[in-house]
């Protein structure tokens, strides 16, 4: 009986991902093909697919790739990993599932003609949480001056706001993925992205210390951590900002 087995072309459409990607598993030792054909293509069977799933849910769960790895490997806690990004994905879904409420609540009451209560209309949308640490670290004026600056957009234009901070995260992750270095072109453009993103937050201190100093924040709070793929992806943003701040600022 012949067993199925896909191309690296095959598997990274079905899978979302690319071929690059799936290379640099393989280099890492995250996964390999099943076997390599005559042309020196890599192709995948039922077992890989499997494996592959996992690794991609894992990603999704915040690990990077060296966790990844150690809890394929069994030597690690799987449970104990597992549960920790559980907790933060249900906190997610938690602030998800009042934003939806919020816009919902507030869909209702325009189609009703009834009056806007304001204080339902920002639930999940607090960007507070962060206001003791800020002022700590950077003083009350810097937390101060974001404040105001975020209370007085648009709901439109926070969405948008929002949406570019998710997808700078995005695009580190995968940059992350496939193995550049924190000194490539391509690791250095998306640094640029990032200060100028920061830059465009009033009230964010100017300067090197500055950037080196939220570099080494994103590595050393999980919470950070998250939103590049878990330790090894804020690393590999932190290494990057480094380099950029040293040639730049």
Do not use: C
């Not at 994103?218 to 900002?241: C, E, K, M």
């Amino acid at each position: 009986m012949t067993t199925r087995d896909w191309s690296i072309q095959e598997v990274a459409r079905l899978a979302g991902t690319t071929s690059r990607t799936l290379r640099h598993y393989d280099d890492v030792g995250l996964l390999h093909p099943s076997r390599m054909g005559s042309n020196g293509y890599r192709y995948y069977d039922a077992a890989s697919l499997t494996r592959l799933q996992r690794i991609l849910l894992l990603r999704e769960l915040g690990l990077g790739i060296a966790a990844i790895a150690e809890v394929l490997g069994g030597n690690t806690d799987d449970a104990s990993a597992l549960a920790t990004h559980l907790h933060w994905l249900q906190q997610e879904k938690n602030r998800l599932d009042r934003q939806i409420a919020s816009v919902e609540l507030t869909i209702e009451t325009l189609k009703g003609g009834e009056e806007l209560m304001a204080e339902n209309m920002f639930d999940g949308f607090d960007h507070t949480q962060y206001k003791a640490e800020v002022e700590e670290r950077w003083g009350a004026e810097t937390y101060a001056s974001s404040d105001a600056w975020w209370r007085s957009m648009t709901d439109t234009d926070k969405a948008a706001w929002m949406q570019r901070q998710k997808q700078l995260a995005a695009d580190w992750s995968a940059a992350a993925d496939t193995g550049v270095a924190a000194d490539s072109a391509e690791a250095q453009a998306l640094a640029q992205r990032h200060v100028e993103w920061l830059g465009s937050i009033p009230g964010t201190p100017a300067g090197k210390q500055y950037i080196l100093g939220l570099g080494d924040m994103y590595v050393a709070d999980p919470r950070f951590a998250a939103n590049y793929g878990g330790t090894a992806g804020a690393t590999f943003v932190r290494d990057a900002l480094r380099i950029y701040a040293d040639a730049n600022l």
